[in-house]
């Protein structure tokens, strides 16, 4: 149920960005923050190892005889997305959990793309976060403590990489070049808050273009 309230959002965000006005701005801030959660959550599956949070789950070692196995494993995580749908089954990631990041991410950019007033977007997208990260909880496919260090890390990337987005100053900041590298890249042409302006992004119909802008 957790994948399914993600897929829902996943919908959401890509209607979002493809009407969105500023499309690339969001698809590169959504790349570089997911890529910074996600080399953090590396680190923390490297150095924490915990046991499984349930008798359900069953966990054992796996030896690979040689790259190329190990390269096929990648590559039936990385096709399936990691999710369980999709006939994929991890082990040893509990520390912190990445369905959570997935859910609190595209929750966050749909209502900060979205203009204010979109109330019932924005109560969904919350509604489907709180209930994805309810239902990874209630089938003890990971610890309390992973789930909300991952709601924490998550929103707390993402609003201290908007408030140095949003603040010329702060573009070409030390803090900024250590905590993201690549930020002055990517926001290099980007001015302050990105406005929530909605077109067509193809040439017809011409009912589209209109009802849209």
């Known amino acids: 149920?957790?994948?399914?309230?993600?897929?829902?959002?996943?919908?959401?965000?890509?209607?979002?960005?493809?009407?969105?006005?500023?499309?690339?701005?969001?698809?590169?801030?959504?790349?570089?923050?997911?890529?910074?959660?996600?080399?953090?959550?590396?680190?923390?599956?490297?150095?924490?190892?915990?046991?499984?949070?349930?008798?359900?789950?069953?966990?054992?070692?796996?030896?690979?005889?040689?790259?190329?196995?190990?390269?096929?494993?990648?590559?039936?995580?990385?096709?399936?997305?990691?999710?369980?749908?999709?006939?994929?089954?991890?082990?040893?990631?509990?520390?912190?959990?990445?369905?959570?990041?997935?859910?609190?991410?595209?929750?966050?950019?749909?209502?900060?793309?979205?203009?204010?007033s979109w109330h019932l977007i924005h109560t969904i997208s919350w509604v489907l976060n709180l209930f994805g990260i309810f239902f990874i909880l209630a089938a003890h496919e990971h610890y309390s403590i992973d789930v909300f260090i991952a709601f924490y890390i998550t929103t707390r990337l993402f609003l201290y990489y908007h408030t140095l987005a949003n603040t010329r100053a702060f573009q070409h900041s030390r803090r900024a070049r250590i905590w993201f590298p690549m930020f002055s890249f990517f926001e290099c042409n980007v001015n302050g808050p990105v406005h929530n302006q909605y077109n067509w992004p193809f040439s017809g119909p011409a009912c589209m273009k209109t009802l849209i802008g």
């Open 1 to 116: 149920m957790a994948e399914a309230c993600g897929l829902i959002l996943v919908y959401i965000f890509l209607l979002v960005l493809l009407l969105h006005k500023h499309r690339s701005i969001i698809l590169r801030r959504l790349c570089s923050l997911f890529g910074t959660v996600f080399l953090l959550r590396c680190v923390t599956m490297f150095v924490t190892s915990l046991s499984v949070p349930g008798q359900h789950l069953q966990c054992s070692s796996k030896m690979y005889g040689d790259m190329w196995s190990k390269v096929q494993r990648v590559l039936a995580i990385w096709s399936g997305f990691g999710m369980t749908l999709n006939g994929v089954d991890t082990c040893g990631d509990y520390m912190f959990s990445g369905h959570t990041v997935v859910l609190t991410m595209l929750n966050f950019f749909i209502t900060e793309y979205t203009p204010s």
